[in-house]
C-alpha cells in the first residue's frame, strides 16, 4: 500500500508523497504496463558492457565522442517521427526528405556562393514546406500517411538525382557548416556549457517543486527530485570528463579535445520539444488527438492543424538531419538520406519507447533509442562484424521493443491503466 503524509498548508489538506510511497508509485506503474523508457535505458546499458567487455576500444574517448557524430541524423530524424507516431501516423518520406534538404543546403553553398546563414535557413524552409505538403494530403484529403509518404518516399529519391544532375557528388567547403558534425568546443567551454545545464536543470526541477507547494498542489518527494539533479549531474560531468581527453593518435601535430558541436544541437532541441510536448497546450493537443481522435474532435481541439503541424515538425527535424549528414560527410550524394537512415530512425524512436498506436512516447524516446542503434553498429563494426549481421541484430531489437509495446499496452488496458 502506498504510504502518504498529510500536512496543512493555509488550511488546506495537502497529500505529500515520500520518496517511498513515490518509488512504490512508480513500480506499481511498470507493473501497469507503463514502461517507458525503462526497456531502452537497460538494453543502452546492457549493450554498451557487452560491448566494452568484447573490445577495450569500445569506452575510449575517440570511439565514446564517434558515437554523437554517428547517431546524429537518425536522432534528429526520429525527434521528428516522434510527433508523427504520437498520432498514429507514419512517414517514410524523412529520410530522403533530409537528403533533399541537404542536398538545397549543399548546392546554394557551393553552386551559388550563398553563406551559411542564408543556405542553413533554406535548408530548414525546405523541410516546413514538405511537412505541409504531406500534412496537407494527409489531414485535408484524407490519404493515408503510408500512402502520401511511400509516394514522397518515390519522389524524394527522383527529386534528389535531379537536384544533383544524375549523380554528382556536391563538395562542402563551407568551415561553419564542416564544423557542425566534425569538430569539437573547447575543454573550457565544454565545462562551462556542462555546468551550466547541471545548474539549469536544478534551478528548473526546485522552481518547479517550490511553485506547485506555492499553489498547495502535489509535489514531488524532494529526495526525488535530489536523485534526478545528482543523476543528471553525473551523466553530464561524467560525459563532459571524458570527452575533454585528448583523443588525437598524435596530439603534437594535431589535439583533439572537447565535446562535439553536435551534442549541444542535439541537447537544445530535446529540450525544446521536450517542452513543447510538456508544457504547452499544443503538447497536450497532440496527445489527445494521438489518444482519441474523435474525443479531441468533440473537445474543440483543431484536429487537422495538429495532424500538419507533426508533420511539419517532422520535415523540419529531417532537413537538421539532413544538415548535419552533409557536415559529417563533407558532401552530398544520391544516397544521402537512403540506405537504412529511415529504418533506423523509426526503429530508433520505437526502441526508446514511443508506441506505434499513439498516444504514448516522449522526445528522449528518440535520444535513447538512436542511442542504442549507435552503439549496436559501433559495437558490431569493431567487434567485426558485417552489415548483414548488423541489420539482423537491428532488426530483432526492434521487433522485440515493438512486441514489449503491445504487451504493455495489453497490460495497461487489463489493469485499467490505459
Not at 40 to 51: P, T
Not at 105 to 131: K, R
Not at 188 to 205: C, E, K, M, P
Request: aromatic share 8%; glycine share 12%; net charge positive.
Amino acid at each position: 500500500m502506498t504510504t502518504t503524509t498529510t500536512t496543512t498548508a493555509g488550511g488546506v489538506k495537502v497529500v505529500k508523497p515520500t520518496v517511498g510511497s513515490h518509488l512504490n508509485d512508480y513500480w506499481g506503474r511498470v507493473r501497469g504496463g507503463d514502461l517507458g523508457t525503462l526497456p531502452a535505458v537497460l538494453g543502452l546499458l546492457v549493450l554498451s558492457l557487452i560491448f566494452g567487455v568484447a573490445r577495450d576500444t569500445f569506452f575510449s574517448a575517440l570511439n565514446f565522442a564517434n558515437l554523437f557524430s554517428q547517431g546524429a541524423q537518425v536522432i534528429f530524424i526520429a525527434m521528428g517521427l516522434v510527433f508523427v507516431l504520437l498520432l498514429g501516423e507514419i512517414d517514410l518520406s524523412a529520410g530522403f526528405a533530409s537528403g533533399v534538404c541537404g542536398a538545397i543546403m549543399a548546392i546554394l553553398l557551393t553552386n551559388h556562393g550563398w553563406e551559411w546563414y542564408t543556405a542553413i535557413p533554406a535548408a530548414m524552409i525546405t523541410g516546413i514546406v514538405i511537412g505541409f505538403v504531406l500534412g496537407f494530403l494527409v489531414a485535408k484529403l484524407g490519404i493515408p500517411s503510408f500512402v502520401v509518404t511511400l509516394a514522397a518516399f518515390l519522389a524524394f529519391q527522383g527529386i534528389l538525382l535531379k537536384l544533383l544532375g544524375g549523380g554528382k557528388n556536391i563538395s562542402i567547403t563551407d568551415t561553419f557548416v564542416l564544423k557542425l558534425a566534425n569538430s569539437n568546443m573547447s575543454v573550457s567551454v565544454s565545462w562551462i556549457i556542462a555546468i551550466v545545464v547541471v545548474v539549469a536543470y536544478a534551478g528548473v526541477q526546485l522552481n518547479n517543486v517550490r511553485s506547485r507547494a506555492a499553489r498547495n498542489l502535489v509535489t514531488d518527494p524532494m529526495g526525488i527530485v535530489l536523485m534526478r539533479i545528482a543523476g543528471l549531474a553525473i551523466v553530464v560531468l561524467l560525459t563532459t570528463g571524458v570527452l575533454t581527453q585528448e583523443r588525437s593518435i598524435n596530439p603534437v601535430l594535431n589535439s583533439v579535445k572537447g565535446v562535439p558541436f553536435v551534442a549541444p544541437i542535439i541537447a537544445v532541441f530535446l529540450v525544446v520539444w521536450t517542452f513543447v510536448l510538456g508544457r504547452t497546450t499544443y503538447g497536450r493537443h497532440v496527445y489527445a488527438v494521438g489518444g482519441n481522435t474523435e474525443a479531441a474532435r468533440r473537445a474543440g481541439i483543431p484536429v487537422d492543424r495538429i495532424r500538419i503541424s507533426v508533420f511539419v515538425i517532422g520535415s523540419f527535424m529531417a532537413s537538421i538531419g539532413g544538415i548535419i549528414a552533409v557536415s559529417r560527410a563533407n558532401s552530398v550524394d544520391p544516397n544521402t538520406g537512403g540506405s537504412n537512415i529511415l529504418l533506423y530512425s523509426v526503429g530508433a524512436a520505437v526502441i526508446g519507447g514511443t508506441s506505434l498506436f499513439g498516444g504514448k512516447g516522449k522526445v528522449i524516446n528518440a535520444v535513447i533509442g538512436g542511442a542504442v542503434i549507435a552503439v549496436i553498429d559501433n559495437g558490431m563494426g569493431l567487434m567485426g562484424y558485417q552489415a548483414g549481421t548488423k541489420y539482423i541484430v537491428t532488426g530483432l531489437i526492434l521487433l522485440v521493443a515493438a512486441s514489449v509495446d503491445a504487451l504493455a499496452r495489453r497490460r495497461a488496458a487489463s489493469t485499467g491503466n490505459r
